[in-house]
């Protein structure tokens, strides 16, 4: 099992786990290592430690409750493993900028006036592409969140074929990571894929070759899942120009991303890069095409 397996199957746990107490030796031997060895390696992929990970989703779930239930503040924080109200509204105030009272009645007021607006189906940055992204829809949820206060999404709308797809998608210029081996990672939830979902990044030369390309074909995500961590690893060779990346929903279902990041990887990251031609030969062959298979 691969690292990022591992990491996957840690953060699954956790994420239904956390109503819960959670102790680090509970989570590394969810994870089969040692409580330093995970933390490490939690550490390098994710970003953050465990335990601020573990606080961060049950943040992010407190704030989301604060706006759309009508649970006391409270009930809110005791659900999320605070000790008290007073507790919960400092630890709050630090991330949010705002008490949990305040945060609800201010941003309640923000989302509606949002949500009314068509604009909110235009997602600064990003495009929607594919073979049939009319039958398709992004936009931002103010909702379901991984951290923060929005994640990035792709649904299905009027899909007529299991082979259609849609990409929420950005380019950017390979200038700067030239030479370098990258790593694209995010948090995705799925509900309902029926085909294939995935993160995805390509890099391309001036004249449209692809050099590098993942698009998880080798490990995709189906059906309804939680918030969990992927990545896609690959070199940027010295021809290239162009840089692309998203979230791909195949066929029916909907697509959540957050939490978003680039970062310069080592050697001792394994490249996840597909190979997309087979070798050259030397002279063409079976011309005639009575050649027999071996």
Do not use: C
């Not at 690292?3 to 680090?24: F, G, N, P, Y």
């Not at 309640?108 to 006036?113: H, N, T, Y």
């Not at 991984?146 to 950017?172: C, I, L, P, R």
């Amino acid at each position: 099992m691969s690292h990022e397996q591992i990491i996957q199957k840690t953060i699954e746990w956790i994420e239904s786990h956390l109503h819960e107490q959670m102790s680090a030796e509970d989570i590394a031997h969810v994870a089969g290592f040692s409580k330093y060895h995970f933390h490490r390696i939690f550490q390098s992929a994710v970003g953050m430690s465990v335990t601020s990970y573990i606080q961060r989703r049950r943040f992010a779930n407190a704030a989301a409750a604060l706006l759309h239930t009508d649970h006391r503040i409270l009930d809110i924080a005791l659900l999320y493993q605070f000790e008290s109200q007073e507790a919960f509204t400092r630890a709050f105030k630090k991330i949010y900028h705002l008490p949990p009272g305040k945060y609800r009645k201010i941003m309640k007021s923000i989302i509606s006036k949002k949500e009314e607006s068509w604009m909110e189906k235009t997602v600064k940055g990003w495009v929607l592409s594919g073979s049939h992204p009319f039958h398709y829809e992004m936009g931002v949820d103010h909702k379901n969140v991984h951290q923060g206060k929005a994640s990035g999404y792709v649904k299905s709308k009027t899909v007529q074929d299991a082979g259609e797809f849609a990409t929420m998608m950005q380019q950017f210029k390979a200038g700067r990571y030239i030479g370098k081996r990258i790593r694209l990672s995010g948090f995705i939830q799925t509900k309902q894929v029926q085909q294939f979902s995935s993160l995805w990044m390509r890099v391309d030369s001036a004249a449209g070759d692809i050099l590098q390309f993942d698009n998880m074909s080798n490990r995709p995500i189906t059906g309804t899942t939680n918030w969990n961590y992927y990545s896609v690893v690959l070199d940027v060779p010295e021809n290239s120009a162009v840089i692309s990346f998203g979230v791909l929903l195949s066929g029916p279902g909907q697509i959540w991303i957050d939490q978003v990041s680039f970062e310069e990887v080592d050697e001792h990251v394994p490249s996840t890069n597909m190979e997309m031609a087979s070798e050259l030969l030397e002279e063409p062959v079976n011309l005639s095409f009575e050649e027999e298979m071996e």
